[in-house]
């Protein structure tokens, strides 16, 4: 199992980022994928998981109406789409699934700041 994570970096409070995260190793379509964040000094919480079909999807209400998971089964991604961004999202942002037992991306750094 691999997942890659990338489209983080510096962005301005208000501004949008799209993270990609590459799935390989295992059966895509039938999983539910997730993206989870870590900001330093915080433990890692749950941000947007979507179903294996993408039929259903869920957010912490802290990301509500600003970001969107979606996912494409033909190529094996997982994306977040991250609106309006606020300092407070800025954090390393990790793609998770749970194949036999929970596998992690390596992460991607988000950066919030003017």
């Known amino acids: 199992v691999q997942l890659v994570e990338s489209g983080g970096g510096l ?3 208000g501004g949008s980022l799209r993270l990609s995260c590459a799935a390989s190793g295992f059966t895509f379509s039938g999983y539910s ?3 989870y964040r870590q ?3 915080k433990e890692r919480e749950s941000v947007a998981s979507i179903t294996s079909t ?3 999807t869920n957010y912490a209400d802290s990301v509500k109406g600003r970001f969107t998971i979606s996912r494409d089964n033909a190529n ?3 994306y977040l789409q991250m609106n309006s961004l606020k300092p407070e999202d ?3 942002y990790y793609c998770t699934t749970w194949v036999g037992r929970r596998r992690w991306g390596q992460g991607t750094q988000v950066t919030v700041s003017s």
């Open 33 to 35: 994928m997730s993206w």
């Open 39 to 41: 900001a330093p000094g």
């Open 11 to 13: 962005v301005q409070p």
């Open 76 to 78: 094996n991604t997982v």
């Open 54 to 56: 993408g039929g259903s």
């Open 90 to 92: 800025t954090a390393v």
